[in-house]
């Protein structure tokens, strides 16, 4: 480079505002089943399953990114759009116990609760299909131990969700896509 030529760096890139939601989230494999409240059931402790997509969407089948906090940076809540707001919840303060072999665990909606953020908290990893995740569980989260992700019991409409041991040989039934929803008006 001649002492004439200026040193041009790039631009750094710039990001538009981070989108939450809401989103149908939609499983990759079989019949593109999405995550659903039961019966569009307003009361805590109603299962999550996977069901076909409602037409038109319904709040039941629409979900948002809500920030753990400070305390939990990278987790998120994902909370329902129904009126409740509750969110996933990975069994109900169950523990899961180190030494035993992993064995799925049943979702359902429960209020926030500060006190178990490990049964409530979720995090995005990137799986070997573009522009689809695990949704991966805080709680069974350390590098000691096996990472537990969002999976349906089946592949049968109205299967439970689950969140099971990962899986990187079958990762299609464990991965799942962003539906965007536009906004009303």
């Given at each position: 480079m001649s002492t004439l030529?200026?040193?041009?760096?790039?631009?750094?890139?710039?990001?538009?505002?981070?989108?939450?939601?809401?989103?149908?989230?939609?499983?990759?494999?079989?019949?593109?089943?999405?995550?659903?409240?039961?019966?569009?059931?307003?009361?805590?402790?109603?299962?999550?399953?996977?069901?076909?997509?409602?037409?038109?969407?319904?709040?039941?089948?629409?979900?948002?990114?809500?920030?753990a906090g400070a305390e939990?940076?990278?987790?998120?809540?994902?909370?329902?759009?129904?009126?409740?707001?509750?969110?996933?919840?990975?069994?109900?303060?169950?523990?899961?116990?180190?030494?035993?072999?992993?064995?799925?665990?049943?979702?359902?909606?429960?209020?926030?609760?500060?006190?178990?953020?490990?049964?409530?908290?979720?995090?995005?990893?990137?799986?070997?299909?573009?522009?689809?995740?695990?949704?991966?569980?805080?709680?069974?989260?350390?590098?000691?131990?096996?990472?537990?992700?969002?999976?349906?019991?089946?592949?049968?409409?109205?299967?439970?969700?689950?969140?099971?041991?990962?899986?990187?040989?079958?990762?299609?039934?464990?991965?799942?896509?962003?539906?965007?929803?536009?906004?009303l008006g």
């Amino acid at each position: 480079m001649s002492t004439l030529q200026k040193d041009v760096s790039p631009a750094t890139p710039t990001m538009g505002p981070l989108d939450l939601g809401p989103y149908v989230i939609r499983r990759l494999a079989g019949s593109h089943l999405v995550l659903d409240v039961f019966q569009n059931n307003a009361a805590s402790g109603t299962k999550i399953i996977g069901y076909p997509r409602n037409s038109p969407d319904t709040g039941n089948q629409q979900w948002t990114f809500v920030a753990a906090g400070a305390e939990n940076p990278g987790w998120w809540y994902l909370q329902t759009k129904m009126s409740t707001g509750f969110v996933v919840t990975l069994e109900p303060y169950t523990p899961i116990e180190p030494n035993l072999p992993l064995e799925p665990r049943p979702l359902f909606m429960m209020p926030k609760d500060p006190l178990q953020p490990d049964f409530q908290l979720w995090c995005l990893q990137s799986t070997e299909k573009l522009g689809y995740w695990y949704i991966q569980s805080k709680s069974h989260s350390s590098n000691s131990q096996t990472p537990m992700v969002i999976q349906l019991s089946s592949d049968q409409s109205a299967a439970p969700a689950m969140a099971g041991p990962i899986s990187f040989i079958e990762f299609e039934k464990q991965a799942w896509g962003f539906v965007p929803l536009l906004p009303l008006g």
